[in-house]
């Protein structure tokens, strides 16, 4: 992001002119774009609202731009006053496609957390830099000898580093794979798109949580998928709902989050575990098991995976590194049937021609080198500490006015409010107050509830997020 | 790959039973699924075909696999003759999905340069290992101490990345941009995915380069446009044929590759440049520049990128670093207007949560390093001179029985071979004696075309290369 330079000499309300200047003239503002409204702009530069106005003044008098009350500022047509627009219609296309964008409130909380440096980040479901394993990374770049081939990489992933996973999902998730049942992605997140893209097709019932990480998911619908939900409660969904749902609308396949569940934090017990890995195997029906938390479990002890109990080849395993290393990485992987493997390996091919080698080669590294163990248990260790200061503060700050109970694992703690209020605005308020959350119907969940994430934050930020929280629904 | 341990005393046959229990057991190969066939199997391992019968007996003896006329192998639907299959059907889920797999001649090449390293590749448009700045990406990853924040990355991409592009794009390419309108993608190949997916709708009609790498890409169908042809010519297409393609067919996008065009190397003459310029201004249709090779360039010169003349925001430009550096860091960007840049960026957050930082931090170290520009000087000598030994390996061996006009950039030959000849066939013969590489028909061309690439295979391969073709053509 361009700001201002205050060591300048220039203005800087000149600065700005020219800095707009040049987007306009490189074609990166074509005519008839928007400009940001005043307010914004000087909130986004961190300077004062004057010196905006005065920037926009000078560019209105220049002809560059122009000023309709109701429609803000935007770029003229007219450019110079000379020629008439040859500029496509943008609007037309980036609001045409196939794929949908992203909800309004998780932009929002995107463009509030990366406008602005010190709000106190209750949002994102992602560890704090000091829980990452830097000094294994770093020291393994500087030490190691990177010597892999820069090529193009085999389309499962780099086969190291597949053959690492063989050995740790055996012996922290008690699965039993081998190498080419394993596909490398970026994330749990392109696993979880390459089997909407293509193994689903428009007009697909599929069930998933309610709540779940898949309603934030544009995706879903992207795919044309019809969605039917599974209400998760402290032990997570009944198999009988899936039954249901199968003999109603033919359900083609069930996204399942079993461990430390996002948002709830449920735990799938493991007596349900069982009926439903029978009942989708009498009804054929595959199981996603998308299982990034599980490593996260403060005391070590999760259920063991439905994959591990997988004799039929029903279950699509995800993993990921995201929560329990660092989701810079973008290292996640898939365990399927050999022929989902082959299908959907092909179509990333199409998508992104493969990850680069070079994080696959530190992801590999970091499994095999024998301080992953370390990190583990350490990271176990500060989230139970993280978690405990989070149920403290609301404990202490919020009292009565929500309602919670802490899982034994995970980034989230997922709180009722005890009356009625709408989300939106109590995110504004919130943001405005410095603190930043994510509204329960992100998730697709009833008004209502938020889910506080405790992971990201610094330790003495989350009793004064909390506070700030709380003066917000205090407005409300 | 996994292949039998000849080191071991277990019986070569008995550890392919073993292996293949194994998957079977891990519900890697569930009820139903086919074997490879008994050749097929035996060239994958490196052992005799006999060795594979003996495995298959065994196997069908215990009942965990059974073999039908006509149908091959396969996994017994009543495994250990217990209990029927719960298997998903999962040949309905890997045939449905809108994505589409890739083409069966492009499988056919990748199986066979995947399952046999000694095969000589003239199909793969990508650098061999020797011209990947190797020592400048080891040394970076060494020395430079890689300090940068894990988390989750800028929707844009690293910033320091777009910062370095700022400048080589000025120095190199003649673009002025600011990091703003740049957004960093997994190469080109995920830029022009997401062009396909979400500022184009099913239906649109598209115009591309006839022939062209765009229809080697199920992306387009899959994204259900319609295709319109604008024939290569050896100054690259007509302006004219896109207005005409306007008038008939309201094409909303047109996708070029004007310098050393793939597959025909074709470069678009300067004058037709600004001439199409002109044309997509006034009609508004929105131009693709797609810009791998042009920094290939044996002497340096091309004419200047649409993009470096686009005042009106209508280029759409996508570079890359596959085809000059390493392919193996898949690092590409795009340069667009800010509404379409904010667009994709969002979409990608839903697809990949975007790109591992440490890809792109070396990136940044390389473009800034200083050395990147002696690495380029090193990579357009090394081309030129495999270009030559290419070009007199054709005439020498070949004679007459091709033609082709060698461009002064790029990867590749394109060849006309001077009598009608079957496109597969051809592929097949060649494989057979050794060589491999694309048939024209797979970038949409006529029969009779083919692609060479001169970037990948030893230089002592590309000569016996050639002379393999030969005799395979001799077949025909
Ligand atoms: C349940 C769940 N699945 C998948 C993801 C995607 O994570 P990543 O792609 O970084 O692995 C998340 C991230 O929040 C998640 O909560
Ligand atoms: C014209 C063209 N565009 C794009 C690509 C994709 O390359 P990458 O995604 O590695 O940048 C290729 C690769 O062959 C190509 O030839």
Chains 1, 2 share one sequence.
């Not at 998933?208 to 402290?234: K, N, T």
């Not at 390996?345 to 080669?361: C, E, K």
Request: hydrophobic content about 40%; aromatic content about 8%.
């Amino acid at each position: 992001m361009w700001r201002p330079d205050r060591a300048d000499k220039t203005p800087l309300y000149q600065q700005i002119v020219d800095h707009i200047e040049r987007r306009i003239s490189y074609a990166e503002l074509p005519p008839g774009s928007a400009l940001p409204s005043e307010r914004k702009l000087a909130e986004q530069l961190g300077v004062n609202r004057s010196t905006v106005i005065q920037a926009y003044e000078e560019l209105r008098a220049s002809g560059l731009v122009e000023s309709i009350v109701g429609s803000g500022t935007r770029v003229s047509r007219t450019k110079w006053g000379i020629a008439p627009s040859h500029t496509p219609n943008w609007r037309q296309y980036t609001e045409g496609g196939t794929f949908l964008p992203n909800l309004p409130l998780m932009r929002r909380i995107r463009e509030a957390t990366s406008n602005n440096s010190s709000i106190i980040n209750l949002a994102s479901g992602e560890l704090s830099s000091d829980l990452f394993p830097n000094d294994i990374v770093h020291s393994l770049l500087r030490e190691q000898n990177f010597n892999e081939h820069l090529g193009y990489d085999d389309p499962q992933g780099f086969h190291p580093l597949r053959k690492s996973l063989v050995s740790s999902l055996k012996q922290y998730n008690g699965i039993h794979t081998t190498e080419s049942s394993i596909l490398i992605t970026s994330g749990s997140q392109q696993s979880l798109y390459l089997i909407t893209q293509c193994l689903l097709s428009p007009g697909d019932a599929v069930a998933v949580e309610d709540p779940s990480y898949c309603y934030s998911l544009p995706m879903f619908q992207s795919a044309g998928l019809r969605i039917f939900r599974l209400p998760v409660h402290h032990d997570g969904i009944e198999p009988d709902d899936m039954i249901r749902l199968y003999r109603q609308h033919r359900i083609r396949m069930v996204f399942l989050n079993p461990n430390y569940q996002n948002p709830t934090g449920a735990i799938l017990s493991e007596s349900k575990r069982k009926r439903l890995l029978e009942a989708a195997a009498l009804l054929r029906i595959p199981i996603v098991e998308d299982d990034p938390f599980s490593l996260t479990a403060f005391s070590g002890a999760v259920p063991p995976p439905l994959k591990a109990m997988d004799t039929d080849g029903i279950v699509l395993y995800i993993g990921s590194l995201s929560k329990i290393a660092a989701s810079g990485l973008r290292i996640g992987w898939m365990i399927a049937p050999q022929s989902v493997i082959g299908r959907l390996s092909d179509a990333r091919q199409q998508m992104d021609f493969g990850l680069s080698i070079i994080p696959q080669w530190v992801a590999e590294q970091l499994l095999a080198s024998g301080r992953f163990d370390d990190h583990i248990a350490r990271l176990r260790r500060a989230l139970d500490q993280r978690q405990e200061i989070m149920v403290q503060s609301l404990s202490d700050i919020l009292q009565n006015k929500v309602a919670f109970s802490p899982p034994q694992g995970g980034l989230n703690i997922w709180c009722k409010i005890n009356r009625p209020v709408d989300d939106s605005k109590l995110l504004e308020e919130s943001i405005r107050r410095g603190v930043v959350f994510v509204p329960g119907s992100v998730y697709g969940s009833e008004p209502g509830f938020i889910r506080f994430s405790y992971a990201k934050p610094r330790l003495e930020d989350i009793p004064a997020g909390i506070a700030a929280f709380n003066q917000a629904l205090g407005m409300m």
